[in-house]
């Protein structure tokens, strides 16, 4: 079978989100069949992936170039791969309407949340990335929804979380100092500056030296506090290694179709507290009883923060337990076996009995 995956953010040099890193993921898992002839179709620079075929577009530099015009050129490039199945991760819109091969489209949250959650031309940007969205939705032949908002604001047909199994890297020890670690930009939904004002208030008032680490892009280094260590062009294994040796991830986003660092610090035993958006809500939903995700206001953080520091980097044995029995839900639910036996063979009857509707 021979399946195209369009993934525009597919890892390269420079910061990777969690889309690239969850494609890159389970692309590799496809990769080893030897059933499956694999594409991914991605910009200019995109890393290599044994066992796939890799086919670009230019990067863009700005804005409109990355999401309006670089769709556009997509619908060449597709085209030549011959695909039995496309499986896209957004940036779908574009393609020609009419009989083909099958879409199958993973929805990744939602952009008319994110929009909410945003402001400038940010927030703008993803009104407008919401409209695309919807075309992508009516033109799909089998949608999947990453989280419970997904599922029920594209009516998808199948519920699949963006992770695949992993594991805590092999001679990662917690570090000896309190540490916390983000993974985002200091400003915007993911809202970084919050984490560093909650560690600031609670260096100043018990004095306890927290390490704080951030992964995320070059371009917002200078606005963290001195002293941060801030990690840009991280790799996967890298961002593993990060949250696995660090006491607590915070991650007050406003807006998390799933949440991708949660489920990774939670297959590690790395606590979390999360502000209340879809994403949290599920995962904590599967985490009961309740301690290891924790879920709070703002005016909470720092109390909430201090309190776990001040226990140390070890966690409680039902604590544990929750999170064992989320993480197994989670993987079994996200498993790239689906896609071969369930999925890729649903949209390809489609297409036989009915015509897709993208080519």
């Avoid at 791969?81 to 779908?92: A, K």
């Avoid at 402001?119 to 009516?138: C, D, F, M, P, Q």
Wanted: aromatic share 6%.
């Amino acid at each position: 079978m021979r399946v195209t995956f369009i993934c525009l953010e597919w890892p390269h040099e420079g910061h990777v989100g969690g889309v690239g890193r969850y494609a890159y993921r389970l692309a590799s898992a496809l990769a080893t069949r030897p059933d499956i002839d694999l594409t991914i179709v991605t910009f200019a620079g995109g890393t290599p992936l044994d066992g796939a075929s890799l086919r670009t577009i230019p990067r863009p530099s700005g804005r409109l170039g990355r999401f309006y015009g670089s769709p556009l050129r997509l619908r060449r490039v597709i085209s030549a791969t011959r695909p039995d199945v496309i499986h896209s991760f957004g940036d779908d819109w574009a393609l020609a309407s009419h009989r083909g091969a099958p879409l199958v489209r993973t929805f990744l949250g939602s952009s008319l949340a994110e929009a909410r959650s945003s402001t400038g031309l940010r927030k703008l940007n993803h009104y407008v990335l919401a409209v695309t969205e919807r075309i992508s939705s009516l033109r799909a032949d089998v949608k999947i929804g990453i989280g419970p908002d997904s599922v029920e604001e594209f009516e998808c047909e199948d519920f699949m979380p963006p992770v695949t199994a992993v594991q805590a890297p092999e001679g990662v020890q917690k570090t000896d100092e309190a540490s916390v670690v983000f993974i985002g930009s200091y400003s915007g939904r993911k809202r970084g500056a919050v984490v560093a004002d909650a560690v600031e208030a609670i260096r100043a008032r018990t004095g306890l030296q927290i390490v704080l680490t951030v992964v995320g892009p070059s371009s917002d280094a200078h606005s963290w506090p001195a002293g941060t260590r801030h990690v840009s062009g991280a790799s996967d294994a890298d961002v593993l290694r990060i949250i696995s040796r660090s006491w607590v991830l915070v991650a007050p986003s406003l807006y998390e179709g799933f949440g991708i660092p949660t489920y990774e610090a939670l297959s590690m035993g790395t606590p979390v507290i999360a502000s209340s958006n879809p994403g949290s809500e599920y995962m904590r939903s599967l985490t009961e009883p309740a301690g290891i995700l924790q879920i709070c206001p703002d005016v909470d953080l720092s109390d909430a923060l201090a309190a776990r520091l001040s226990g140390g980097p070890s966690i409680e044995g039902p604590e544990d337990s929750g999170r064992r029995t989320a993480v197994e839900r989670l993987t079994t639910l996200a498993s790239p076996g689906r896609l071969i036996e369930e999925i890729y063979p649903r949209a390809l009857r489609l297409a036989k009995d009915g015509g897709s509707r993208v080519a």
